[in-house]
């Protein structure tokens, strides 16, 4: 019984939600709810009346429409501040910088996957030029993981798809 009186606070809440929720949302809701307290001082929230003997407040409903809440879709992107449309960057012209290792398999994923947006694709090998190593440390944050991937200051760790396209996407419309 005290693991009942422990979650019955919580019950009353969800069911209060409930009730709000569905007196906002239904328009054709009409009616009486009923509130009452039980022999161990519960409250209860009830759209029948109470059990023979119990006292109950009846609380009205009103018959009234929902509120007409206009919404606009969510768009990822944020919109031109004139009526023009916005352009999208062509993919040509975003810059993609990539730091590879001639033997880095993921590197020759990443590589086709970029070619086949039609960026423009810089390639430094990190073995082969030391600078660039440091060039790339100092963009991951001291990590010396292939490939790493540049996206016009959208730094990329490893291979991923679907990183490298939202990269690329949000410079476009930048």
Not at 15 to 43: M, Q, R, T
Not at 120 to 131: G, I, Q, R
Not at 136 to 153: A, C, N, R, Y
């Amino acid at each position: 019984m005290n693991e009942i009186k422990d979650h019955f606070p919580k019950v009353l809440i969800i069911i209060l939600l409930l009730f709000v929720s569905l007196s906002v949302s239904s328009p054709a809701i009409a009616g009486e709810f009923y509130k009452w307290k039980d022999k161990d001082g519960n409250v209860f929230f009830s759209d029948t009346p109470p059990p023979a003997g119990m006292n109950a407040e009846v609380i009205p409903l009103k018959d009234e429409p929902a509120p007409n809440f206009k919404t606009t879709p969510k768009v990822n992107s944020p919109k031109p501040k004139s009526g023009i449309t916005e352009e999208k960057r062509p993919y040509s012209s975003i810059k993609v910088i990539m730091y590879i290792t001639s033997w880095c398999g993921y590197c020759r994923k990443a590589r086709e996957y970029l070619q086949s947006l039609r960026v423009n694709l810089v390639e430094y090998d990190v073995e082969k030029d030391p600078s660039k190593e440091k060039e790339m440390q100092s963009k991951s944050g001291g990590s010396k993981g292939v490939p790493l991937i540049d996206v016009e200051g959208i730094i990329i760790r490893g291979y991923s798809q679907s990183a490298i396209k939202d990269a690329v996407e949000k410079r476009r419309s930048s």
